[in-house]
């Protein structure tokens, strides 16, 4: 995503050398990523609306006409467990501009430690934000380049971190590039909240300018692929963060108890404010995903993310149903 970038010397607080090298490295190929855009660059492959479900394409582009999907992920980490169900639907114009709506239920998973010292804290399931997605596609020879803004608003319950209670937007942008069976790719992000990813859906939300970058490469094994990558988030200005995993007090307005510089008071507070440093981000993720031959309109995912200033290990799936690719199928053998 692009314009009013921050500095990208960010901090690194771990010890271990190697982790410290694979993030400046990927600063390295995110501000090669922005001069791309800068310069106009040519295609990739549409990243999957957040918490909104697939979108289905071919290799020239999207399916024009009606689309419909749903997809079932979810992450679990100590702290905590997120869990969502996102539908969208929605229509694409062309083989290159699409739109769609969607809206995820969420089911949440308190960790033990806050059940036992404040039960009436612990959140719980409901909607959360309404979201729709602007689509553009750019399909090449070998490169491809797809972008996506995305719009919520504020519909969820920010009591139970649903929602920051606030309208948020992203524009993120992907470019790919196809050697044989690896596909190297750099995405690029920019809005007012971090969003979720299919590696890391977060016990938290934040509201904030940040840019986000992730680079890396996906090997593709027939039925299986393979994929690792290194990310940065770099925020700037103030930042909240909402927890999803210690909900506000029933009939309470949820507002932060004051600034804190503590990167997990997600644990402690439903509502936290800082300076930047509390939604910064940077870590590395690993994923495996399983297109089973029988079951076309079927994705299966499973995912890993390392985040390094949380110094927190996530363990992530998803199953994806392209609905409006099944009716494509029977109506295509039918005929």
């Known amino acids: 995503m692009p ?8 901090e690194i607080r771990d010890s271990t050398k190697g982790e410290t090298l694979v993030i400046q490295s990927a600063r390295i190929i995110a501000v090669s990523f922005l001069l791309l855009l800068l310069c106009r660059s040519n295609a990739a492959q549409t990243p999957n609306p957040a918490a909104n479900g697939p979108t289905s394409q071919d290799s020239a582009g999207f399916y024009p006409g009606w689309v419909l999907g749903t997809r079932f992920e979810g992450s679990t980490s100590s702290d905590g467990k997120v869990f969502d169900l996102g539908t969208a639907a929605g229509y694409n114009f ?7 709506l969607g809206v995820p239920y969420f089911f949440v998973g308190t960790p033990t430690s806050i059940k036992g010292k404040n039960p009436q804290a612990v959140s719980g399931s409901g909607l959360g934000d309404l979201g729709a997605n602007l689509r553009f596609f750019a399909p090449g020879k070998s490169t491809n380049y797809a972008s996506t803004i995305h719009l919520g608003a504020p519909t969820g319950d920010k009591n139970k971190g649903f929602s920051t209670g606030h309208a948020t937007w992203n524009w993120s942008n992907h470019i790919e590039h196809g050697w044989g069976n690896f596909t190297p790719y750099i995405d690029g992000s920019v809005g007012n909240t971090v969003p979720d990813t299919h590696h890391f859906r977060r016990p938290f939300m934040t509201f904030g300018y940040n840019a986000a970058f992730e680079a890396g490469t996906e090997a593709d094994a027939g039925p299986v692929s393979l994929s690792a990558s290194a990310y940065d988030i770099a925020p700037w200005g103030t930042q909240t963060v909402v927890s999803r995993v210690f909900r506000c007090g029933s009939g309470v307005k949820c ?8 990167r997990k008071n997600y644990l402690n507070s439903s509502v936290s404010s800082g300076d930047a440093s509390l939604a910064r981000d940077n870590g590395f993720n690993a994923s495996a995903e399983i297109k089973p031959k029988a079951l076309k309109n079927i994705d299966l995912e499973a995912d890993y993310s390392r985040s390094i200033p949380l110094r927190l290990n ?3 799936f998803g199953i994806a149903l392209d609905i409006a690719g099944m009716f494509r199928t029977r109506a295509s053998q039918s005929h």
């Open 94 to 100: 062309s083989h290159r501009f699409g739109i769609d």
């Open 255 to 262: 507002a932060s108890g004051g600034k804190t510089t503590n």
């Open 3 to 10: 314009v009013l970038l921050p500095s990208l010397i960010l």
């Open 314 to 316: 996530t363990f992530s």
